[in-house]
C-alpha cells in the first residue's frame, strides 16, 4: 500500500503573533517565566500551527477503506526535535508529509511529519504526530516507525524530581482559546460522557506542553533553547480539577553528549504520559 499522494502538503505561512505565543504559555501553566511573560515560545507552541497540515496530510495517508474496524480514534503519541528557535514576531511555513502506516497490536498507527520552516526553508522544528485508530487493521503499510522513546527501566533508580501542577477547571477552555483546540469533549461534559468519559477531558497536547514546562524547570535550567527533543505517549486522559505530577529520571547520556531524561506524568493514580524522553543540550 503506498498513501493516496507522497507529495508534502502546500506550504502554509503563520505568523508567530507574540501576544498568541503569551496566552499559549498562560493556557498551558508554563512554569517558565521567559514563557509566561511572552518573552520565548512555549516548546509546543508549534503544535498549534502545524495543526492544519496535519489535518491536511491525514486526509490522504491511506486509500479509502483500507483501514476498517476502528472502535476510536485518539492522538497516540507524539515526538518533537528542536533544530532553531521560533522568535515572537516571525513568519514560518508550516508543510506535513506522509511518515508511515504501521500495524500494531492496539491498532493502526498513522504518522504524520511536520515541519515548521523560516521563510527561507530552514527548518526550525519537526513534529512526528501520530494519530492511533483503535482496534484496526489495515491493508497493507508503508513507511518507517517513527524514532524510538522507550522508557529505559534502569532509569528508574535515578529519579530526579518532580513537579506538581493544578489542572484547573477552565483548563481545556484555555487550551482550547490559545490553541484552536475545541474538541467537544474537552469543553462539553454531554459530548465527554457520549465518549464514554465521565466528564470533560483535557486536550492531550495541553497534558504534553505541562509536561515540557515540568522538563524545562527541573532538567532544562528554564532554557528552552536547551530542549532538542521531546516525546511521549498518551496513555489515559487527564480531567479537570485534578493534579498532574510529572516525575523525572536520569536516562544518561546520548552518544552527541545531550543530557536524556526520562519521564512520566500521572494524574488522580493514573499514568497519562508513558515512554516520555526528552533531550537537551549539555
Known amino acids: 500500500m503506498q498513501p493516496v499522494t507522497d507529495q508534502t502538503s502546500k506550504a502554509i505561512e503563520y505568523y508567530v503573533d507574540a501576544d498568541a505565543v503569551l496566552a499559549y504559555a498562560l493556557a498551558t501553566n508554563d512554569p517558565n517565566p521567559l514563557c509566561s511573560s511572552g518573552e520565548l515560545v512555549s516548546p ?17 495517508a491511506v486509500p479509502s477503506g483500507a483501514i476498517t474496524g476502528t472502535r476510536a480514534a485518539v492522538h497516540g503519541m507524539h515526538d518533537v526535535h ?28 498513522v504518522t504524520t511529519q511536520l515541519d515548521v520552516l523560516d521563510l527561507d526553508h530552514k527548518l526550525l522544528v519537526r513534529h512526528y504526530w501520530t494519530g492511533m485508530n483503535v482496534g484496526a487493521t489495515v491493508d497493507g503499510e508503508f513507511g518507517e516507525a517513527p524514532p524510538d522513546h522507550q522508557f529505559p527501566e ?39 460522557r457520549a465518549e464514554g468519559f465521565p466528564s470533560k477531558i483535557v486536550q492531550g497536547l495541553c497534558t504534553f506542553a505541562m509536561c515540557s514546562g515540568a522538563v524545562l524547570k527541573i532538567a532544562g535550567g528554564g532554557d528552552p533553547g ?18 498532574l505530577k510529572v516525575d523525572l529520571y536520569d536516562a544518561g547520556r546520548s552518544p552527541e553528549g545531550r543530557q536524556l531524561v ?21
Open 44 to 60: 509546543l507552541y508549534t503544535a498549534t500551527l502545524v495543526v492544519n497540515s496535519f489535518r491536511d496530510t491525514m486526509a490522504s
Open 82 to 109: 528542536y533544530f532553531a528557535p521560533v522568535q515572537p514576531a516571525s513568519k514560518v511555513l508550516c508543510v506535513g508529509r506522509h511518515y508511515a502506516v504501521r500495524q500494531t497490536s492496539a491498532g493502526v498507527a
Open 154 to 192: 534502569d532509569a528508574r533508580s535515578k529519579p530526579i524530581d518532580s513537579l506538581v501542577m493544578e489542572v484547573t477547571a477552565d483548563q481545556g477552555f484555555r487550551y482550547g482559546g490559545a490553541s484552536g483546540d475545541r474538541n467537544d469533549h474537552a469543553i462539553n461534559d454531554e459530548a465527554a
Open 226 to 243: 536547551r530542549l532538542v527533543r521531546l516525546a511521549g505517549r498518551f496513555s489515559s486522559p487527564v480531567f479537570p480539577r485534578q493534579q
Open 262 to 282: 526520562a519521564f512520566e506524568a500521572i494524574s488522580n493514580g493514573v499514568t497519562v504520559v508513558k515512554h516520555g524522553r526528552a533531550e537537551l543540550t549539555a
